[in-house]
C-alpha cells in the first residue's frame, strides 16, 4: 500500500476558479514534504517543501498546509491560469539523512479550461 | 546554468539491446538521483549518488541495470538486456547539499522517454 495517497485523482476546473488538492501519509518518522509540478513531457518543479514544523508555505498562486498530526497536506492554487494545467505530486521525506527514504505519491492531474 | 542536462530525450530499441542513458547535473551539486515514471507505478528512485559514490541502489529493479558516475559532472544509467516492462520515462536529478531549511531541493531533468519494443 502507498504511504502517501493524493487525492482526487484528476480534476478539471475553469480558468480563474481555485482548487485544493489532498495528500493524505502514512510515512514516519516524517522529515519534511514536498509538492512538485510536473508539466506534460517535462521533469517535476519543486514548488514548495515544508519542514515538520512548518503549516503553510506560498510560492505565488500556490500555497501549500500541512498538519503533521492528521498526516495531511493540501496544496491550494488561486485564480487558476491556464498554465497550471499539470500533474501534482506529493512526496514525503522520512529522514534527513537518507535521501533514498522518499514517498511519492500518484499525482492529482488538473487541467484548466478557458 | 543550463540546468540538469540528459541525453538522449527520446530513445526507441528492441527488446534485448542495451541501452545507455547520460546525465549531466548542475554544476557545484554533489548529489546525483536516478528516476523512472511510469503510469503504472508513477515515480520511483532508483539510485542515488553523492560525491560520485554510490549510496543507495536499492530501487534498482534487477541486475540487468546498473549506473555510474565516473566524474561530478557526468553520469550513465545502462539497461543490459532492455526488455518492454522497462519502457518509462527515466530522470535526472541533481541537489546541493547546503543544510538550510529549502535544503535537499532537487532539480529535475527534462527526461528520456524509452520505448523497448
Known amino acids: 500500500k502507498n504511504q502517501v495517497e493524493q487525492s482526487p485523482q484528476s480534476l478539471i476546473i475553469l480558468e480563474g476558479k481555485n482548487c485544493t488538492l489532498q495528500c493524505n501519509y502514512t510515512v514516519s518518522p516524517f522529515s519534511n514534504l514536498r509538492w512538485y509540478k510536473q508539466d506534460t513531457g517535462r521533469g517535476p518543479v519543486s514548488l514548495t517543501i515544508m519542514t515538520f514544523s512548518e503549516n503553510t508555505k506560498s510560492n505565488g498562486r500556490y500555497t501549500a498546509t500541512l498538519d503533521a498530526d492528521t498526516k495531511q497536506s493540501s496544496l491550494h492554487i488561486t485564480a487558476s491560469q491556464l498554465s497550471d494545467s499539470a500533474s501534482y505530486i506529493c512526496v514525503v521525506a522520512i529522514t534527513t539523512d537518507s535521501w533514498g527514504k522518499l514517498q511519492f505519491g500518484a499525482g492529482t492531474q488538473v487541467v484548466v479550461t478557458p | 546554468d543550463a540546468g540538469v542536462i540528459q541525453s538522449p530525450r527520446h530513445e526507441v530499441t528492441e527488446m534485448g539491446q542495451e541501452v545507455t542513458l547520460r546525465c549531466k547535473p548542475i554544476s557545484g551539486h554533489d548529489y546525483l538521483f536516478w528516476y523512472r515514471q511510469t503510469m503504472m507505478r508513477g515515480l520511483e528512485l532508483l539510485i542515488y549518488f553523492n560525491n560520485n559514490v554510490p549510496i543507495d541502489d536499492s530501487g534498482m529493479p534487477e541486475d540487468r541495470f546498473s549506473a555510474k558516475m565516473p566524474n561530478a559532472s557526468f553520469s550513465t544509467l545502462k539497461i543490459q538486456p532492455s526488455e518492454p516492462r522497462d519502457s518509462a520515462v527515466y530522470f535526472c536529478?541533481?541537489?546541493?547539499?547546503?543544510?538550510?531549511?529549502?535544503?535537499?531541493?532537487?532539480?529535475f531533468g527534462p527526461g528520456t522517454r524509452l520505448t523497448v519494443t
Open positions: 536529478a541533481s541537489s546541493f547539499s547546503l543544510r538550510t531549511q529549502d535544503s535537499y531541493e532537487q532539480y
